[in-house]
């Protein structure tokens, strides 16, 4: 049981604009930035977002970052193949840190 | 080319020790806290443990904590982390990761390739 809470799974079309909740307490999201990370398929993590809505020089802004509260939400707009893959939130917690358990993209 | 390259896994009995090593290229390494990242088998990620660019302040997840060990080397550009007591559960891909940020603020913003380790006897 992840100490942040992220759909299993989610799916949308070629094109489309998808969404990627994190929702997490104050001791966590509420009061630390977010970060999020592509896992695709086989491959090591890759940062996509940092400090809630950041992102690192080579990702495409169709991938975006917010935060709310205790929540944070990854949005991916011009949804490609290529985007399947796992993605994780992830923040501190009382020093220590914590990931979502992770959701699963499949792009229909 | 900035990287990070894992080393050391391997298939280990209950109880046994393993020491991973990490070494970074293309980077100030002393500058940057780094960390451990694993993922069990079709499992999602779980952070293991962190160390400050000095090595003087050590992080460790609760189910780690009193069997692994984080340290570095930074004459060597290397990171390591020496697992004792293993367990079943520790089979996992171990991930090297650098930290960018500040304490508390910080993230992961390069990962190596991982090494595997398989604790079964």
């Known amino acids: 049981q992840s100490v942040l809470t992220q759909p299993p799974s989610v799916s949308a079309a070629p094109g489309q604009k998808v969404t990627i909740s994190c929702s997490g307490s104050s001791s966590n999201i509420g009061n630390n930035y977010v970060s999020w990370y592509q896992q695709l398929p086989g491959t ?37 193949t290529g985007d399947e893959a796992d993605y994780y939130c992830g923040t501190w917690d009382s020093s220590l840190w914590v990931f979502g358990g992770g959701t699963k993209l499949t792009v229909l | 080319e900035v990287q990070l390259l894992e080393s050391g896994g391997g298939l280990v009995q209950p109880g046994g020790s393993l020491r991973l090593s990490c070494a970074a290229s293309g980077f100030t390494f002393s500058s940057y806290a780094m960390s451990w990242v694993r993922q069990a088998p ?4 779980e ?16 189910s780690v904590k009193g069997r692994f060990t984080i340290s570095r080397d930074n004459s060597k550009n290397t990171l390591y982390l020496q697992m004792n007591s293993l367990r079943a559960e520790d089979t996992a891909v171990y ?3 650098k930290l960018a940020g500040y304490y508390q603020e910080w993230y992961f913003d390069l990962w190596g390739r991982g090494t595997l380790v398989t604790v079964s006897s």
């Open chain 1, 44 to 80: 090591a993590p890759k940062l996509l977002i940092y400090d809630n809505n950041k992102r690192p020089s080579g990702i495409p802004d169709r991938f975006s970052g917010s935060k709310s509260g205790t929540s944070a939400t990854l949005g991916i707009t011009g949804l490609q």
């Open chain 2, 42 to 45: 079709g499992k999602g990620l």
């Open chain 2, 47 to 62: 952070w293991v443990s962190a160390i400050s660019g000095s090595g003087g302040s050590t992080y460790y997840a609760d």
């Open chain 2, 95 to 97: 991930y090297c990761a």
